[in-house]
């Protein structure tokens, strides 16, 4: 059986989903392949990102927080909360229920949409020919007029480090423990390693962050991140850099890690540990032999800039191209492609696409660092605005941080922006917007902002690299 369609999109997280949203959109039948499979044994859209990723996740940072905040912060506005008791049970099944309502959404887009969703594992034949293989029953094909890859990705595994069912996790299982571990092990202190750790440190475990490299969160600015590991430090994280383990053994229900550091072979104990040493793209059996899709060694999907493939018809988006691996970037891409299919004149400015991460405090940035400025030879002049110094700061009691402008030196054009501090993730849109309209920092300069926000401090910032900031002391001029 074959059935026909303009568009047939393989993978049903943020790219896939939103892909062949504006797909039907724009007028284009539209299929929507996607094996996943929730706990409950039914299918669900979303892919990783909404059922054991970004939704999940914030859940239970957001659950966490509020737990700490009620042992040891609320005192200082004169809350009293006496007796705060865990209810992890209660915290898991919230989560769950945000993760249902979401999936369960994207499910009645579909069918406000009229896309088809197809349950079963999609693969690429030659032509636009889509080979779908459900978990029950035959396989079936469907063929198109063209075909959007989204296949996702899933986290890497380490192959002298086994998982276990509840004792040595990937990030799926560590949104999954019915229990809070007395000492908690994470291999990686990235993003992923950093919430995790965040949430179980929050509601009482001893975390140990194991991180191979010596630069803490080298992909961010410098300043960036010496300010980060200096809060999660201050915080309780024990975060070890330069630590390479070398081997993990399970001994009367403990993990028991070797590692390697500058001083040497060392040992720790932990009673559950989290593997989270970053993702691979899901491209294993995406296409046949025959379709000769290209891809590269680490097993990404060749693309050029608007994602298209070796294959004329053919596309690939998300986690499986090149790229940060961010739902949103994914999402703007489907959004691009379906354009591009449709006819239209579409493009994506990478350059304008913002990274978070959401612990506490909260760390967002876009655009360039202050090292690769340097490296490329570019001349720049730099604004910083502390939080210490904002008044809605202050009346939240969260202070920590601050908002880093860099703008060209001769055009005062905006090129990167740098946070760390309360709501980052929120504030960081205003630093996209100000790239993707090409700003300068004296347009910044010239917008009102409401007072008090946090929003200030951006404001304050762009003020700041022409030395100009209001609410914060000059630094004196050497004479």
Request: a positive charge; aromatic letters at 10%.
């Given at each position: 059986m074959t059935d026909k369609y303009d568009v047939v999109v393989i993978g049903g997280g943020p790219a896939g989903y939103v892909a062949a949203i504006r797909c039907s959109q724009l007028g284009l039948a539209t299929a929507c392949v996607d094996e996943w499979i929730n706990p409950q044994g039914r299918p669900a859209l979303g892919g990783t990102c909404l059922n054991v990723g970004c939704i999940p996740s914030k859940a239970l940072l957001e659950s966490s927080e509020l737990y700490a905040r009620a042992q040891h912060e609320l005192a200082t506005h004169g809350v009293q909360c006496k007796g705060v008791e865990l209810d992890l049970a209660a915290m898991m099944a919230r989560k769950d229920k945000v993760v249902s309502e979401l999936t369960q959404g994207i499910e009645q887009l579909?069918?406000?949409n009229g896309i088809t969703?197809?349950?079963?594992?999609?693969?690429?034949?030659s032509g636009t020919r889509v080979e779908v293989t459900p978990a029950k029953g035959n396989a079936r094909e469907l063929e198109a007029g063209h075909v959007i890859l989204a296949p996702g990705s899933s986290p890497v595994e380490i192959d002298h480090i086994p998982l276990t069912d509840d004792l040595i996790v990937d990030s799926t299982g560590a949104l999954e423990f019915d229990s809070v571990p007395?000492?908690?092990?994470?291999?990686?202190?990235?993003?992923?390693g950093l919430e995790l750790g965040?949430?179980?440190?929050?509601?009482?475990?001893?975390?140990?962050?194991?991180?191979?490299?010596e630069q803490f969160l080298a992909m961010t600015d410098d300043q960036l991140g010496k300010e980060a590991l200096r809060q999660f430090r201050k915080q309780g994280l024990d975060i070890r850099l330069g630590a390479r383990v070398t081997e993990c053994e399970?001994?009367?229900?403990?993990?028991?890690?070797?590692?390697?550091?500058a001083k040497g072979r060392e040992q720790e104990q932990v009673d559950r540990l989290i593997v989270a040493v970053g993702r691979r793209p899901n491209t294993r059996g995406l296409a046949s032999d025959e379709s000769q899709l290209l891809l590269d060694e680490w097993g990404f999907i060749h693309v050029d800039e608007q994602c298209r493939t070796n294959l004329p018809t053919v596309y690939a988006i998300g986690d499986a191209v090149r790229g940060p691996m961010l739902a949103h970037k994914g999402s703007e891409e489907g959004v691009m492609v379906a354009e591009l299919i449709a006819g239209h004149h579409a493009s994506m400015n990478y350059d304008a696409v913002p990274s978070v991460i959401y612990t506490q405090p909260e760390i967002a940035w876009v655009g360039k660092t202050e090292q690769l400025l340097k490296t490329e030879g570019?001349?720049?002049?730099t604004g910083m605005f502390p939080f210490t110094a904002s008044g809605r700061a202050r009346a939240a009691g969260q202070?920590?941080?601050?908002?880093?402008?860099?703008a060209d030196a001769d055009t005062d054009r905006l090129l990167g922006a740098h946070i760390i501090g309360p709501h980052a993730s929120e504030l960081v849109a205003q630093a996209v917007l100000a790239l993707e309209m090409q700003a300068s920092a004296e347009d910044v300069?010239?917008?009102?902002?409401?007072?008090?926000?946090?929003?200030?401090?951006?404001?304050?910032?762009?003020?700041a690299v022409h030395d100009r900031a209001i609410h914060v002391a000059r630094p004196r001029r050497r004479k």
């Open positions: 579909f069918k406000s969703w197809v349950s079963g594992r999609g693969r690429l034949l007395g000492r908690l092990g994470v291999i990686g202190a990235g993003v992923i965040s949430v179980w440190q929050r509601l009482g475990s001893k975390v140990i962050l194991l991180e191979a490299q399970i001994k009367r229900n403990k993990v028991h890690i070797e590692y390697e550091d570019i001349e720049y002049r202070t920590e941080g601050f908002i880093k402008l860099l300069m010239l917008t009102v902002f409401a007072h008090p926000t946090l929003s200030e401090s951006f404001h304050e910032a762009a003020l």
